[in-house]
């Protein structure tokens, strides 16, 4: 057995090959790997800013770029550019992935960061419509990142901390998302909000849309610089040799020594039940919360007497910072605890049903003022949160279990295509059913916001109901083959 072991270590460990020393370093981790984690949170949230942070300030960009002949045509075009990102970024999912499945994670990565860096910069210093669609869309089109990144997380950490590794990419992504807007309300128009810093003739003062979009490209550049340092996942070799004994095959899993990597058609990625069932329960997933957050802002800002909450923009800033701090708590903290207890699959059903439960009760959350009113909101808004991520994590678990290291790229790609479509239909979806149920509040069966929570309620229940078997399966990858030389 000794000499087997070191036949396999000499045979299969490859001294340049980066992909074999990483493995290496995941034997003798020992302890929380600190760094690690930091570079998953970073390169995710240099990715995420851009989404999020022209949302408070494209309606009076559309208006400044004097495309729309009526005020009432702003929302149409500021429509387009907002679904512009994420049109090119479903477009190209998959060709990223297989690209990062040949030629490496890192380059990917770097690849990615690089379009941040540019286009978002352009984008911000955008003279016509035109020019904000195309930089937003080949922001999209060539960001190609985040499925590899995944795919990344699992492969950079050892058993134990997978779970924590992708509730970090959650996290970092859910932080993105509330931060982008932060940014972009408080950066937007300074030489309006902050006179006497910014002068009206400046650069500033002259596209006052380009420093949100400046600073998060700059944070982009920084983490740009870090990403050439990160070491690279993938192994650069095949593996030739392989044994049979089921002792062997326990050191080959424990040392998580890779199958042989022959070229497979990616089109058997959709024969993968494991896979495509645990995507499609991530899209339905996806598509809710992307629903969600384009419900409660337009719920949180509309009039009492239509059901809302009558907060301002600045109101919901807040309630999306605390937000924010708790989602770090819960994901960092609760979830890699209670994953290991349960399970990807028992955190996400539980995590599901609380969720229905709690928009049930939005509704009568409207009832309430005051102080009593910002801490029920506030609350139920750091729990929703919580629990849409918990659930998501777990979707990412499954998705990358489900295949080999060689077609995590690609099996990520497929994920985030079909995502990027239900997250580009879930804002017009949600908006159109938002004004419908505006003008129905003396309906006699789920009058004026009831029938929105009932609506997302429904989709939260479907999602539900497919993590249970038959529809969600799960599988263990492969038993590798291996070959004893001599």
């Not at 074999?20 to 240099?46: D, F, N, S, Y």
């Not at 069932?277 to 969600?292: A, K, N, P, R, W």
């Not at 497929?414 to 239900?422: D, E, H, P, Q, R």
Request: proline content about 5%.
């Amino acid at each position: 057995m000794e000499n087997q072991e070191a036949l396999l270590k000499k045979n299969d460990f490859h001294e340049d090959c980066s992909g074999c020393e990483v493995e290496r370093k995941k034997e003798l981790q020992r302890g929380l790997p600190i760094k690690e984690l930091c570079t998953i949170w970073v390169v995710v949230l240099a990715t995420t800013l851009p989404i999020s942070s022209l949302f408070p300030y494209l309606y009076f960009m559309i208006r400044d770029l004097h495309i729309a002949k009526r005020e009432e045509d702003i929302g149409y075009y500021a429509g387009y550019v907002a679904s512009a990102y994420m049109f090119g970024r479903a477009l190209t999912s998959v060709f990223w992935g297989i690209v990062s499945d040949k030629y490496g994670r890192k380059p990917v990565i770097i690849i990615g960061t690089i379009t941040v860096v540019v286009f978002n910069t352009l984008f911000g210093l955008s003279v016509n419509f035109w020019m904000a669609i195309s930089t937003r869309f080949l922001l999209g089109f060539l960001n190609g990142l985040l499925g590899p990144l995944k795919a990344y997380a699992v492969e950079i950490f050892n058993a134990e901390y997978q779970a924590l590794a992708l509730a970090s990419f959650s996290t970092a992504w859910g932080i993105g998302l509330i931060i982008g807007p932060v940014l972009g309300g408080f950066l937007a128009q300074p030489a309006d909000k902050y006179p006497a810093i910014f002068s009206p003739d400046s650069l500033f003062g002259r596209f006052p849309y380009f420093l949100p979009c400046l600073v998060t490209s700059l944070f982009a550049l920084v983490v740009l610089i870090f990403c050439f340092r990160i070491p690279e996942t993938l192994h650069n070799h095949k593996i030739e040799s392989s044994i049979s004994a089921d002792d062997v095959y326990e050191s080959l899993e424990s040392a998580t020594i890779k199958e042989d990597q022959q070229p497979t058609s990616k089109w058997s990625l959709f024969r993968n039940w494991s896979l495509m069932s645990s995507i499609i329960v991530y899209c339905v997933f996806s598509l809710h919360d992307m629903s969600y957050s384009e419900i409660f802002s337009l719920w949180a800002v509309s009039p009492p007497k239509f059901g809302g909450l009558g907060y301002t923009t600045d109101g919901v800033g807040e309630i999306l910072a605390v937000s924010g701090f708790g989602l770090l708590v819960s994901q960092l903290g609760l979830y890699p605890v209670v994953e290991r207890a349960l399970g990807p699959i028992r955190v996400a059903q539980i995590c599901g049903v609380l969720s229905i439960i709690l928009l049930a009760s939005y509704p009568y959350i409207a009832m309430l003022s005051g102080s009593v009113l910002s801490v029920v909101v506030t609350c139920a808004s750091v729990m929703k949160n919580a629990l849409a991520t918990c659930i998501i994590t777990g979707m990412f678990i499954l998705q990358n279990n489900a295949v080999e290291q060689h077609e995590r790229g690609a099996a990520n790609g497929i994920s985030m295509t079909l995502m990027s479509f239900c997250k580009a239909l879930g804002p017009a979806g949600a908006g159109t059913i938002f004004s419908w149920a505006q003008k129905r509040q003396d309906a006699a069966f789920l009058p004026g916001n009831q029938v929105i929570f009932f609506i997302l309620n429904v989709m939260e229940a479907v999602g539900v109901v497919l993590t249970f078997k038959p529809f969600l399966v799960t599988r263990r990858p492969p038993n590798r083959r291996v070959q004893v030389v001599g």
